[in-house]
């Protein structure tokens, strides 16, 4: 970097020297990799702090013509150092901004422009015409809808007569507390990414898609992980897991930090729910489709029961007192499952 900032340097407790070309060869490097598609350069927090305008200017100089920012003052910034590029802003439009992102020719990232509500908006369109989708096939074919022959009774009947058995109404209790107790406490994660660490809604989808991340790697890994600790070990170790997630997700001083807990958080709820569908398959194998549509049901009651629930609490204090309570409750409810399992078996 040829521009020196700050004190004088005899005045300067400290020297950062930076490369700008080795950014610049990190970027063209990158470039070439992702070709067709676009490579952008993100260059907030001062450009993570190299120098927002000086590393701006060397990459709109090599060819880079695409910029990510947080917020306005930084999107200035950047249109200083680079004219001609694109700038997104990852905060969105504030109230009483809109004349400052078009006279700057800034553009918010869609799911900030439109707003949180308009995400619920598009999930209700999808579901509302995947129903009248449905409703049509069974129009146009009504053998569709007709029982098979043989079948016994109502899915309703079928499912009371399921719940007779005493491991049933163990296994479909437990996936419902663990149903509200997480999806109740990690529904949060994203407003807490937005309250404590400032996070724009589209940084925040990414944060929050670690989750899938790491449900991802517990399949890469399952088979061993199965051989290793067993379905006992795999309750008791993704409980802790999941404790030691949320209160990462409590104590989390940056957001970088949270987003390591909301990846642990994805492994550990897929090594305990994974083991509580086993048995949820196999808890009634001869009413195998009841026993499902059992346990899918006593699971989504309880994430609806558990969001609101949680939500006036999030309101009054934020998310922190909810991750807390899922860090204690989820663990002892791996631990009582894991210690159903042995008298299950004894």
């Known amino acids: 970097m040829t521009d020196a900032i700050g004190p004088p340097e005899a005045e300067a407790g400290g020297i950062l020297t930076i490369d700008l070309a080795a950014i610049v060869a990190n970027w063209r490097a990158l470039s070439e990799r992702a070709a067709p598609a676009q490579c952008a350069a993100v260059v907030k927090a001062d450009g993570y702090g190299c120098g927002a305008e000086q590393v701006a200017g060397a990459l709109a100089k090599a060819g880079c013509t695409t910029f990510f920012v947080a917020n306005l003052p930084e999107a200035r910034r950047a249109r200083a150092a680079a004219p001609d590029a694109t700038i997104y802003v990852l905060n969105g439009v504030l109230p009483g901004t809109a004349a400052a992102f078009a006279h700057a020719n800034l553009r918010p990232v869609i799911g900030d422009w439109l707003g949180w509500r308009s995400v619920f908006w598009v999930l209700a369109a999808i579901y509302v015409t995947a129903g009248g989708a449905l409703f049509g096939v069974m129009r146009a074919h009504p053998a569709v809808a007709r029982p098979a022959s043989g079948h016994q009774g109502s899915m309703i009947g079928q ?16 996936v419902a507390l663990e149903g509200g107790t997480f999806w109740g406490a990690f529904t949060f994660v994203g407003a807490d990414l937005h309250q404590r660490f400032d996070m724009g809604f589209a940084a925040i989808g990414l944060a929050v898609a670690a989750f899938g991340a790491g449900g991802f790697s517990y399949v890469l890994v399952a088979p061993q992980l199965v051989r290793l600790l067993g379905e006992r070990g795999l309750c008791i170790w993704g409980g802790l897991g999941l404790g030691a997630a949320f209160a990462i997700m409590a104590l989390a001083p940056s957001a970088e930090v ?3 807990g909301i990846m642990l958080s994805g492994v550990s709820f897929y090594m305990l729910h994974n083991t509580l569908q086993t048995h949820g ?3 009634a194998p001869e009413a195998r489709g009841a026993a499902m549509a059992l346990f899918a049901l006593c699971l989504f009651v309880g994430q609806a029961i558990g969001v609101p629930l949680a939500a006036p609490i999030v309101d009054r204090w934020g998310a922190v007192p909810i991750f807390w309570a899922a860090a204690l409750f989820l663990p002892a409810l791996a ?3 894991a210690v159903s399992l042995r008298r299950r078996r004894a």
């Open 335 to 337: 631990l009582f499952f």
């Open 281 to 283: 398959t196999q808890m």
């Open 159 to 174: 499912m009371i007569a399921v719940l007779r058995r005493r491991w049933v109404i163990t296994v479909v209790l437990v």
């Open 258 to 260: 949270e987003f390591a």
